[in-house]
């Protein structure tokens, strides 16, 4: 017997130590749906699509501490998929490295928030940087290389002092490095070659930089003195500019002003004198200008007055989505008649032709063919069983909503738009509809890829989304299996917000949607939000049928009298969806409860109230100052009178507020607000 206590003593202090070893639950969850992302992969052995106990099993690539998640090293596995939506519930995450597999889609917008070394190089993926990466306060090393993202910086490193390293290059990034690099005041490595980064590099200037790579952009200028001086510097491949730098450049690049050092006023005296050159030049230049015009005609090169006044000419300004994206809608600048001898402002890309533009205004049939993928009604009919309705994905006012599986594996959707509801049911009126909807491109704008129009078939042809809408989620799904994080409804709330502020301010002339619900926002495999319905607002001139119950603002009494600030109001609802988890109209609901908007309203700034009213299905996994604001933004948006509803610009700024940026105290389970390690105030 005393030769069997040493194994009966293992096997005790084993059952002992399986029993006590339980990972954090928020933890355990957002690996299994990592997992199941990742297309559940055989090499990832020890893992499960639900439940288990990583720290207290062998799960590959995983560390704890404290029955906690602290690294994930999966780096060169052949990993295919997605990185899911529930990563920035890993809050004791440090190391994260997903680097040499194929995964694809966007970078999620959230991420581990507290992660310092972060590796998602040599992949597949696609769209910008997340904004959310501004808030890894904790970051020392970022690896996004040899990937295909795309768009501008933006403003995004004001608060990583602590970065050390930084790789971006093997991109598509384009734009000038924003402002917010200065900061990088730890930065000793950077590489950024292979992009199509533009501008000069002065804001590198003053960090202290040990490694500089950034050769293959289109970079222009002069290169700083003291990036000269650094150990390793690789420039090639750009558009530098020759011969001695202008006087003073170099200093006022190194200094906070240009007085104070040593040749301060002489840069002060070359800029006065530069000034008054150019000052010079453009007085010429109009004076020249109204000569030419005086003397041409009015015609010749521009449209008539009424046209140009309707045209707007400003550029769009990019922004982050999650806050606002950098994709959007292309804008062409007013041509300059060829007489001047100027060329026009550097603007890549166009919104309409002149000629579109004034057919706009008189309205013809237009010969420019839609700029769209022309699919084959055979082959339509083909992927979606004969439009059966086993492949029926939602109905709606103007048609319903097929999925459409290709022998390939390519799955799109299909809306089969009822011939009634054109107009005339021509051709011509639904290529006009094609062509106006291929001009709007947002990232949480659900994207045109292609149509058909054959007699008695219009279709439009979208991206399929794996998550279905937001209606589904909130109303049909099954909470645990597909849970709605508080941060993931913001997020959501944020990225569909962004989407109405294009429809609204960014496109040209304004777009009004009209037809704002939760069914039409539809979710990709991260959980981001596409809005769906976009420019297909024409199909609700005679019918006042365009809403479901609960989403018509109060002045809607008529499909005349939908304005800019209805889209507002029915935006409300959905945020009160969000907020409550329940429909805009349930006739299940005692009477008082019915309406959602009037059985919330009155409750939106009463905290305790707040509370109660709150989804269920959080069980008090909130922050309470996102949630007091986020209610502060439901309660302007769903007024009764449309003047006093803010603009979509003011609702995204307020969201922007309610961004995430709290931890879950494991033990309490209730949500605490993170603070930065400065001396600002509570992000909410």
């Known amino acids: 017997m005393a030769r069997y206590l040493p194994v009966l003593l293992a096997v005790a202090l084993g059952l002992v130590f399986s029993a006590l070893a339980e990972t954090d639950q928020d933890d355990v969850s957002a690996l299994n749906v990592l997992f199941l992302s990742l297309n559940s992969p055989p090499q990832l052995t020890g893992w499960s699509s639900s439940g288990g106990d990583p720290c207290g099993e062998d799960w590959k690539g995983v560390k704890c501490s404290d029955l906690s998640v602290t690294e994930i090293s999966l780096a060169d596995l052949g990993l295919t998929g997605s990185l899911g939506y529930q990563l920035s519930s890993l809050t004791s995450i440090t190391y994260f490295d997903m680097s040499k597999n194929n995964l694809r889609g966007n970078i999620p917008y959230q991420l581990p928030p507290k992660v310092e070394h972060l590796n998602l190089a040599e992949n597949a993926f696609t769209g910008g940087i997340p904004y959310s990466i501004s808030q890894m306060t904790d970051l020392k090393y970022l690896n996004l290389g040899k990937n295909q993202l795309n768009g501008q910086l933006n403003d995004i490193f004001g608060k990583l002092t602590r970065l050390s390293e930084m790789y971006l290059s093997f991109n598509q990034l384009s734009g000038n490095l924003p402002h917010s690099s200065q900061s990088l005041k730890s930065l000793k490595v950077l590489h950024l070659q292979n992009n199509q980064f533009s501008g000069s590099i002065n804001v590198l200037a003053n960090l202290p930089l040990e490694d500089l790579n950034v050769e293959n952009n289109q970079f222009s200028g002069w290169i700083p003195k003291k990036l000269k001086n650094i150990d390793t510097l690789q420039i090639g491949g750009n558009s530098w500019s020759s011969g001695p730098a202008p006087p003073g450049m170099d200093k006022a690049s190194n200094t906070d002003s240009h007085t104070g050092k040593k040749g301060g006023k002489q840069s002060v005296v070359n800029e006065a004198v530069i000034a008054g050159i150019v000052i010079a030049v453009l007085a010429v230049a109009l004076i020249l200008l109204a000569l030419i015009k005086r003397r041409s005609s009015p015609s010749s090169h521009y449209i008539d007055d009424q046209s140009s006044q309707n045209k707007s ?83 709606g006012t103007i048609g319903n909503v097929y999925k459409a599986k290709y022998a390939d594996g390519k799955v799109l959707a299909v809306k089969k738009i009822d011939v009634i509801n054109l107009s005339g049911g021509t051709s011509y009126d639904f290529l006009e509809l094609v062509s106006g909807i291929s001009k709007l491109h947002h990232p949480n704008i ?220 494991k033990k309490s389970g209730r949500s605490t607000s993170c603070r930065s390690d400065d001396s600002e105030s509570s992000y909410y």
């Open 313 to 395: 000419l400003t550029p769009l300004v990019s922004h982050e989505l999650g806050l606002k994206d950098s994709s959007l809608i292309d804008i062409k600048a007013l041509q300059t008649p060829p007489s001047m001898g100027l060329k026009p402002p550097p603007v890549p890309h166009i919104l309409f032709s002149d000629t579109e533009f004034v057919n706009k205004l008189s309205p013809k049939p237009s010969t420019k063919p839609v700029s769209v993928t022309a699919y084959s009604l055979v082959d339509l009919q083909a992927a979606t069983g004969s439009f059966s309705t086993s492949c029926l994905l939602g109905q």
């Open 446 to 665: 659900a994207e045109l890829l292609g149509y058909c129009s054959e007699p008695q078939y219009h279709l439009l042809i979208y991206e399929f989304q794996m998550n279905g809408s937001l209606h589904d989620f909130l109303h049909l799904s099954d909470e645990y299996s597909k849970p709605l994080t508080w941060d993931t409804r913001v997020r959501i709330a944020l990225g569909t917000a962004c989407a109405v502020e294009y429809l609204h301010d960014l496109c040209s002339p304004s777009v009004i949607h009209k037809n704002i619900k939760a069914a039409n926002i539809l979710l990709d495999a991260e959980l981001n939000p596409h809005l769906s319905d976009c420019g297909l607002a024409v199909f609700y001139q005679d019918t006042s049928e365009n809403l479901g119950a609960g989403y018509n603002a109060p002045e809607c009494t008529k499909p005349s009298a939908y304005t800019m600030k209805s889209d507002i109001y029915s935006f409300g609802v959905v945020m009160l969806e969000l907020l409550t988890g329940r429909k805009p109209f349930d006739s299940s609901k005692p009477i008082m409860e019915q309406s959602l908007v009037r059985w919330a309203a009155p409750q939106l700034h009463d905290i305790n109230a707040l509370r109660q009213m709150v989804d269920p299905s959080l069980r008090g996994l909130y922050p309470p100052k996102s949630l007091s604001r986020f209610a502060d933004v439901i309660a302007l948006c769903i007024q009764s009178e449309p003047e006093f509803r803010p603009p979509m610009s003011e609702v995204v700024q307020s969201l922007d507020q309610c961004v995430q940026r709290t931890g879950i105290d």
